[in-house]
């Protein structure tokens, strides 16, 4: 069970600290999981965890500053001067399944049973400060060297305990290279649905997590290896049901975007991901359809109004040409331009590899990046005050506004409230 090791394991003062101050008072105390499958991979790692013999009171004693953040399963938060912090977990046992996401009972349990309620061999893996050894009870470090992904114990337990581990299973494959034991494979096919029992909130972040890194085109790869898509992304799988290119060019732009020159967050990312599918809904349709979509994944409310400009506004670089100047000014200067043009580039890339409308919009621009950002003449507020319910016209009429204002046709406050109610009066 205990492996004798080299281990360059660089830790925090801090975490040293705890350790041996847990250990002087005659406990045990190791660090566990990522931190140690990390130094083994000789990967960056910025999370560190300790498992320990202490009950959570007999913590709470030795560090009086500990926060109960699951005092029923022995889990503690330590914080430092420093700001640096610490979770620190009992030795427990689990038994039995409650709602696919906690264990029936939980006791104060060895390193053993501890070792026994993990996810996967590589992440059941503890350091031993004091003497320089790792305990591994399930041939984790085996499997690092195998390079493969494999549950501790039966993955169908393993997955009807936490179906999220569907998901984790596929993350570590894809970020560390490493394959898919075939139990794992299979038992993870016959229990997908198992997903539905999982809150939209963890699912939005542990794809996240893919997405960010990058290794997002194999992560994506593997939820369709293992039949994963429908309860990820039912949506896709619906639309690729009709057209199977949909899932091909949405692969395609996830890939593209490796060339980019601008760092992607959370929000392109589901750009990129959603745009193949979001296009095959008819044009005056394709908001509504979005915004169904992002509000199932329960997208909060600013990443979802990025999302919606990125999908929306790309397919405006085909008819760039024939933009009126005043457009092509307020579309360049928006604060999120860049990014904007980033996610029709990997679109277009994925598509026709027509770039023309990109390369033209990118020079604009250039052009125009030295002449201010003019203040509009009317807000959402001055709509308001005219009688005009909140809603999707606003946009349309504030940007309409706007431009006639950059093409100096209105000039003047009074005027565009009165344009307005000229133009747009029948809408009260």
């Known amino acids: 069970m205990w492996i004798r090791t080299d281990l360059a394991l660089v830790l925090p003062p801090e975490i040293r600290e705890t350790i041996l101050k847990l250990n002087s008072k005659g406990y045990e105390a190791y660090v566990v999981g990522g931190a140690v499958r990390d130094a083994f991979l000789q990967v960056p790692c910025g999370d560190f965890d300790i498992a320990t ?8 004693a030795v560090f009086p500053q500990l926060q109960k953040i ?14 640096f912090q610490i979770e620190i977990a009992t030795f427990r046992k ?45 041939q984790g470090c085996v499997d690092l060297q195998k390079k493969i992904i494999r549950t501790v114990g039966d ?10 581990r569907l998901l984790r299973a596929v993350r570590f494959a894809a970020r560390f290279g490493f394959e898919l034991d075939p139990d794992l494979v299979h038992s993870a096919r016959e229990q ?14 542990e794809l996240g997590r893919m997405l960010i890194h990058g290794s997002r085109t194999r992560a994506l790869v593997l939820l369709d290896h293992l039949h994963l898509i429908p309860y990820v992304f039912p949506e896709i799988e619906n639309a690729r049901r009709e ?19 601008h760092q992607f967050g959370f929000a392109e990312w589901v750009a990129v991901l959603l745009s193949p599918l979001i296009r095959t809904h008819p044009l005056e349709d394709r908001e509504r359809q979005l915004r169904i979509v992002l509000k199932h994944h329960k997208i909060p409310v ?13 397919p405006k670089f085909r008819s760039v040409f024939g933009m009126r100047d005043a457009k092509i000014l307020r579309w360049v200067q928006h604060p999120h331009f860049l990014r904007l043009a ?20 990118l020079s604009l621009m250039h052009q125009f990046r030295n002449q201010p950002v003019v203040t509009p003449l009317l807000t959402g507020d001055d709509l308001i005050g005219l009688g005009f319910q909140p809603g999707p016209k606003f946009s349309a009429i504030l940007d309409e506004v706007h431009d006639l204002f950059l093409e100096k046709k209105l000039e003047t406050k009074e005027q565009a409230m009165s344009w307005v109610i000229d133009r747009w009066g029948e809408a009260l």
């Not at 013999?53 to 709470?60: I, V």
């Not at 057209?243 to 020159?261: F, H, Q």
């Not at 994925?350 to 409308?357: I, M, S, V, Y």
């Open 342 to 361: 980033e996610v029709h580039r990997v679109e277009a890339v994925a598509t026709d590899g027509n770039l023309a409308g990109y390369e033209f919009a």
């Open 53 to 60: 013999s202490a009950s959570f009171d007999e913590l709470a």
């Open 302 to 314: 600013e990443p979802t109004e990025r999302i919606v400009f990125y999908v929306l506004e790309s």
């Open 155 to 164: 993955p169908r337990i393993r997955f009807k305990e936490d179906a999220l």
């Open 243 to 261: 057209d199977r290119k949909v899932w091909e060019r949405t692969l395609r732009a996830i890939d593209a975007v490796r060339e980019s020159a």
């Open 94 to 138: 689990e038994d039995g399944i409650l709602d696919h996401r906690h264990p029936a009972t939980v006791t104060h349990g060895t390193l053993q049973d501890d070792a026994g309620r993990r996810d996967f061999t590589i992440n059941a893996l503890y350091y031993d400060l004091k003497q320089g050894r790792v305990f591994d009870a399930h």
């Open 70 to 83: 699951g005092a029923a399963f022995g889990v503690g938060l330590l914080t430092f001067s420093s700001g």
């Open 192 to 205: 997908g649905r198992l997903l539905k029992k999982i809150s939209q909130e963890r699912i939005r972040d």
